[in-house]
């Protein structure tokens, strides 16, 4: 069964488009969704909750419509956007209304992760650092047991040991395989990471959704010198000139049996810094 299904979302924005946008996230995996900046991540993820309003395609989420079980829906998935309203309530406050509204709420998890990332509740939310009011925010999507995780960027405001603490926290949500999680990252380490499934979107297209290792497995990354560059240029993805020659990125498919530059596995940084520049020089 697939935890979210979403089938040719469109949103037309004055100057950008969503552009019949389809993936899939199966129960009980890690979906990283990545793109550079005003790729149209969030714009993906408002659309499907009905935050903004779609101007096309259909949203499936834990196998029912959004349209007609929206509220049934948002209180079974747990959301992080980054925004967190109410800045000169006290964590305890904000909380106790929050948790009103999903019954399946516990407590006892709750005090764990504000353990976990050593939050104060009775501290303002105004009084906590950017990073701190992610990690509260993400305590809050944690505690009522959601069967799909929707987080907006949540690594992106984290030191280097926080963002290692919360994916393996991802990790242990999914280990029980009843939870999925579906996360919009610039970060794609954190990918390298957890991530089972892969996104990518472009220009508010999807180039690709599929597991990790078969997105790695498509590309090649390739580096050789300006002789070689003339054999395979205009194969490649993108590429970069440097004082020894060439490197760039090449589907899988396309690299011949002839080609004598250096080949090897890319990263999904790789994959998309390369795309971003697609058809053309870095
Ligand atoms: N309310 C809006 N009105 C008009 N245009 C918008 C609106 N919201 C977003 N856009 C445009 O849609 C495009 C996609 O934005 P979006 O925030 O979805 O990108 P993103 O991939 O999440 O980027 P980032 O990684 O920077 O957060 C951008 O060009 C943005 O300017």
Known sequence: MNSLEISNLRKEYKTFTLNNVSFSIPKGYIMGFIGENGAGKTTTIKSMLNLVKRDGGDVTILGKDIDIHEMEIKSSIGYVSGELFYPKKTLNQV?????????????????SYLDTFHLDPSKKIDELSKGMQLKYAISLALSHHAELLILDEPTSGLDPVARDNLLEVFQSIVENEETSILFSTHITSDLDKCADYITFIKNGSIIDSCTKDDMIDKYRF?????????????????????????????????????????????????????????????
């Open 222 to 282: 390739v580096g050789g010198t300006k002789e070689e560059l003339q054999q395979i240029k205009d194969r490649l993805i993108s590429y970069r000139e440097n004082a020894f020659g060439f490197n760039g990125l090449i589907k899988t498919k396309d690299v011949a049996t002839t080609d004598t530059c250096k080949i090897g596995q890319p990263s999904l940084d790789d994959i998309m810094i390369f795309h971003a520049n697609e058809g053309g020089q870095l």
């Open 95 to 111: 909380t106790n209304v929050y948790k009103r509204f999903y019954p399946n709420w516990d407590e006892a998890l709750y005090q």
